[in-house]
């Protein structure tokens, strides 16, 4: 009789794959249910960021009586206030202090209540509640650089699969706040129109409609001061004007060199490794190898700009 009883309720609520027949690994006359850690039962939930998941764990139970059949069951609602019940059941006979709900979906939030029981039947009646919401954020991209013109900053940054635009965002300030300027679907862009000798910051956000939320983290910070139209007797540059080849020396030790059109494009940027002796030879070309055509050309060497002059 003991058997047929234990049985039956060990099947109302939890499944018949939760019963333990075998009367003599558990003490049918116990009737106290495990005991939580604590007195609570520190349920927790966090969110890896992954989308549609969330982990849940929660402080072991201990059972004088039945020590070795302490079990879990975890209940889980969109409703704050829920009672634990078969129609919030998610699951049962967990043996574990944790558990992975691959079930939500992203942007929802969803409440847990976490109960423990033995072999006997006896199971908590606690209410303690925590809560989550899964996400699968877009990701941020690395801004590369910021590049300073006249009266402008040129800022290129790293793509990001799947994005479908970034958002470009600018400071007087370090660390912001950050006013939204445009948004491009290039990786690249020209902020325009701005005061020379103020350093202006900047991030870049992507936005993927794919994720959720679908708006980025900020990226880096990088800064730069766009100059005045300065000619420095320091740095050579011959021929000036060119037919193609212009030679640059005097080049300051650790520079980088960014050369550009008269209305802010850029053409080419050179890296201090490829500056030997502190001299470059420009072969009159773009970043894709191709001759530029006959004009006025920028070249940004540090705070300082230069103009040369191509004549084809």
């Not at 099947?11 to 003490?27: E, V």
């Not at 030997?276 to 540090?302: A, E, F, M």
Request: glycine content about 6%; overall charge negative; proline content about 4%.
């Amino acid at each position: 009789i003991l058997l047929y009883t234990y049985d039956y309720y060990r099947l109302n609520p939890r499944s018949s794959a939760d019963i333990n027949t075998s009367a003599s690994t558990c003490d049918l006359t116990d009737i106290t249910p495990p005991v939580f850690s604590g007195g609570t039962s520190g349920i927790n939930v966090s969110n890896p960021q992954t989308g549609n998941l969330l982990n849940i764990s929660w402080n072991s139970a201990a059972d004088t009586e039945n020590s070795n059949s302490i079990k879990y069951t975890l209940y889980r609602d969109v409703n704050s206030s829920f009672t634990p019940s078969i129609s919030t059941l998610l699951n049962t006979g967990i043996i574990t202090i944790s558990y992975q709900d691959n079930t939500t979906t992203d942007g929802i939030t969803y409440y847990y209540i976490v109960q423990t029981y033995n072999c006997a039947g006896c199971q908590t009646n606690n209410t303690d509640s925590a809560n989550g919401t899964s996400t699968n954020p877009a990701i941020a991209p690395t801004l590369n650089s910021a590049t300073a013109g006249i009266g402008q900053v040129t800022l290129s940054w790293s793509s990001v699969t799947g994005s479908d635009h970034y958002e470009i965002y600018y400071s007087t300030i370090s660390g912001g706040p950050y006013t939204y300027i445009d948004n491009a679907t290039d990786t690249n862009f020209i902020h325009n129109n701005l005061t020379n000798g103020i350093t202006y910051y900047y991030v870049v956000r992507n936005y993927d409609t794919a994720k959720y939320p679908a708006l980025s983290p900020n990226s880096n910070q990088c800064s730069a001061m766009p100059t005045e139209d300065i000619i420095s007797n320091e740095i050579v540059f011959y021929p000036n004007p060119s037919n193609g080849e212009v030679h640059i020396e005097g080049i300051p030790q650790d520079s980088t060199i960014a050369i550009y059109t008269i209305k802010g494009e850029l053409v080419k940027k050179i890296e201090n490794d490829e500056i030997v002796d502190s001299q470059y030879i420009w072969d009159g070309k773009n970043s894709s190898r191709k001759k530029v055509n006959s004009g006025i050309y920028l070249i940004v060497l540090g705070q300082k700009l230069y103009k040369i002059a191509i004549i084809r």
